[in-house]
């Protein structure tokens, strides 16, 4: 399976993208999000990648990071939810917005995503919301690329759950892990979590860790 691919843009369309790697050109299908945040024709990106295989169609499927792909793939498993469908909701809500609605059980958010009724979106709510701790947790460093030499595009597949090399983990990430040590269940954390982070979403570490505990807190 191809897992990402670095190369330069030729082509950009309302869905997709076409990348050169070594003259061979990959066409990859990707939410709005992702491709507002790949640069223009002509540079060089990188972009990881799932593919899906059917009897009659082959097609890649671009993120520009793990967490992206994790919940790409998460959000397939859910019955009546398709990779287009996917990627209505990632490009609609982002990689924390659909953690948080998840988290949150907030299937009205995920119901804002173009062709997402209400039924589908409290199917992945319901679904998802045990797995939600587990990508939350991942790091969301960046797959985009710096301009190469000629030449130098490659196809790799790095391990499925691996932070890219010098990325950060996100502040939720952290505030998750640090709650998880703390002794509290991977379904109270993300929500609280969740929560603080709607209610500051630059919210550093420290501060969402200090949010969510006040949210755990046995109410007197």
């Given amino acids: ?15 997709h993208v076409l990348i050169d790697v070594q003259g061979v050109g990959y066409l990859v299908f990707c939410s709005d999000r992702t491709l507002q945040a790949l640069p223009g024709v002509g540079e060089h990106a990188a972009v990881y990648t799932d593919l899906l295989v059917r ?28 990779a287009k469908a ?10 924390d917005g659909v953690s948080r609605a998840i988290a949150l059980g907030d299937w009205n958010a995920v119901k804002a995503a173009k062709g997402i009724g209400p039924k589908t979106a409290q199917r992945v709510v319901n679904e ?31 391990p499925e759950a691996v932070t890219p090399a010098g990325a950060r983990p996100s502040a939720q990430a952290e505030a998750l892990s640090a709650l998880a ?11 609280a979590v969740a929560q603080a982070a709607g209610e500051d979403p630059q ?18």
């Fill in 1 to 15: 399976m191809i897992g990402r691919i670095a190369g330069r843009i030729d082509y950009r369309a309302e869905d």
């Fill in 86 to 95: 996917s990627l209505a909701i990632l490009g609609a809500l982002g990689v």
């Fill in 128 to 158: 998802l919301k045990d797995k939600a701790p587990q990508v939350m947790a991942m790091g969301t460093g960046p797959a985009t690329a710096p301009p190469q030499p000629a030449g130098a595009d490659e196809v790799i597949e790095p």
């Fill in 55 to 82: 009897d009659d169609l082959l097609q890649l499927f671009g993120f520009t990071t793990l967490v992206e792909k994790e919940w790409h793939r998460l959000l397939m498993s859910v019955q009546g939810v398709g």
């Fill in 203 to 220: 919210a550093e570490t420290t501060t969402l860790i200090r949010a969510a505990l006040k949210l755990l807190a046995p109410k007197q």
């Fill in 181 to 191: 040590n703390l002794g509290y269940g991977p379904g109270d954390a993300a929500s």
